[in-house]
């Protein structure tokens, strides 16, 4: 059997031995996503896949911390988070990406372009507009809403309290509503 066939747990265990093959093919399946996840925090492309190449190499030298095989692709996205929101929070200056660099980065949204074009515009427009809420908003909804964490685990992304966590989505919920109506 030819890794690019086998199932995701027996490429970590060869991985584990320091199988350059295995570790392809393991780089080939989760990079997409982790760049993605990784933009959509620094909103810089050049920065992501700096983030994602570094999480990888964290990534494969403690794979032997990794308790459970069947959680590595929540473990790596922790690790690309956790390094994007540092890398993002280091960075003092930020420059900004145009709308449209953006929307070509996102392979792995759920959207389909050829099946409905009203809701493919809307959620485009959803996605620009959470792009000019301030930073500590913008990264809030994108980790809850896009990347799926609850408040417990973004609390600890963020080292704010679980209080403050929830106070931000709430604030920054009610911003993008806001920005979203004065359109209408």
Same mark, same amino acid.
Request: charged fraction near 30%.
């Given at each position: 059997m030819s890794p690019t066939n086998q199932h995701i747990d027996s490429l970590i265990e060869l991985c584990k031995k320091g199988n350059q093959s295995a570790q392809l093919e393991v780089y080939n399946r989760y990079y997409h996503a982790m760049y993605?996840?990784?933009? @959509? !925090?620094?909103?810089?492309s050049f920065e992501a896949e700096d983030i994602m190449q570094d999480s990888f190499l964290t990534a494969f030298t403690k794979l032997e911390s990794l308790k459970d095989i069947k959680t590595f692709g929540g473990?790596?996205? @922790?690790?690309?988070?956790n390094n994007s929101i540092h890398h993002f929070n280091k960075n003092s200056k930020y420059e900004d990406v145009p709308y449209d660099t953006v929307m070509y980065k996102i392979e792995d949204t &759920?959207? &389909? !372009?050829?099946e409905d074009e009203e809701s493919n515009a809307q959620a485009k427009y959803v996605l620009k507009m959470m792009n000019t809420l301030k930073d500590s908003y913008r990264i809030a909804l994108t980790l809850h809403l896009i990347e799926g964490y609850d408040y417990e685990e973004m609390s600890s992304i963020m080292n704010v309290s679980y209080a403050n966590c929830r106070t931000t989505i709430s604030r920054a919920k009610e911003s993008l509503r806001q920005k979203l109506q004065q359109v209408v």
């Open positions: 993605n996840t990784a933009f @959509r !925090i620094v909103k810089n473990w790596l996205k @922790r690790i690309v988070v &759920d959207v &389909d !372009i050829n």
